[in-house]
């Protein structure tokens, strides 16, 4: 069973730039949420897509858009980006709960963007 | 969504047990309340989670208030590799099932 992969894993970018982050869930989840971590913070929510549609969002602005595959894999993209934009991606993949609380979320190691 | 607080850092002798507290006062009635941590320049990782009895795993074990207001999670025998931040997240049972982690405990074990 595969765990959850990431790409890039570092990225460097100019202010205004667009950026593509992609994600690679866990084996048979179909559940994937997106987490901004600045330096020094916890994570920050961003969205969350179950089964190819959004199923939530945190306090981003539009300019942070996500997809979900039909194989579960998911891309975060930000358009216009600014400096604030720097941290640590995070996703996290997890199954359909079967009952409440079971909701566990795997991470993979992020992508560390860097905007110039 | 529940506030927690936590100690910003604490420390631990090598092979000795630590207890993590963390307040969360504003709980719901069905909040489950998880931990998780996160090893340096790695994503976070499931510690263990419960809702009213005290929980073990082979990881750490949960103790949780009879009022639900707190929760320690203890981790018995500490190790160089459990030097970590340990979030404690108060966690919806349905919904969005965000998670809303805050600056968390640094833990630092010295051998």
């Known amino acids: 069973e595969t765990g959850v992969t990431q790409s890039p894993t570092h990225l460097i970018k100019t202010r205004g730039q667009q950026v593509t982050l992609r994600c690679s869930s866990q084996?048979?989840?179909?559940?994937v949420s997106w987490y901004q971590q600045a330096l020094g913070q916890g994570p920050q929510f961003i969205f969350q897509?179950?089964?190819?549609?959004?199923?939530g969002r945190g306090n981003f602005p539009p300019r942070f858009s996500g997809l979900q595959f039909p194989n579960y894999s998911s891309e975060l993209n930000v358009n216009a980006l600014e400096l604030d934009d720097s941290a640590l991606y995070l996703c996290a993949s997890s199954l359909d709960p079967v009952g409440p609380g079971l909701n566990i979320q795997y991470f993979g190691a992020g992508t560390r963007l860097s905007v110039l | 969504d529940a506030k927690t607080t936590q100690p910003n850092s604490m420390e631990s002798n090598e092979e000795e047990p630590v207890h993590l507290p963390c307040n969360h006062s504003t709980i719901s009635g069905t909040d489950y309340i998880h931990w998780y941590r996160q090893l340096p320049s790695q994503g976070p990782e499931y510690v263990i989670h419960?809702?009213?009895s005290n929980v073990n795993n082979r990881m750490a074990s949960l103790a949780i208030a009879e009022d639900r207001k707190s929760s320690t999670l203890i981790l018995h025998r500490a190790t160089l590799r459990d030097a970590a931040v340990y979030y404690c997240?108060?966690?919806?049972?349905?919904?969005?099932?965000?998670?809303?982690f805050g600056t968390g405990t640094r833990l630092k074990v010295l051998a």
């Open positions: 997240i108060p966690h919806k049972a349905s919904g969005t099932y965000k998670y809303i």
């Open positions: 897509y179950y089964r190819e549609e959004e199923n």
């Open positions: 084996s048979g989840h179909n559940t």
């Open positions: 419960g809702l009213t």
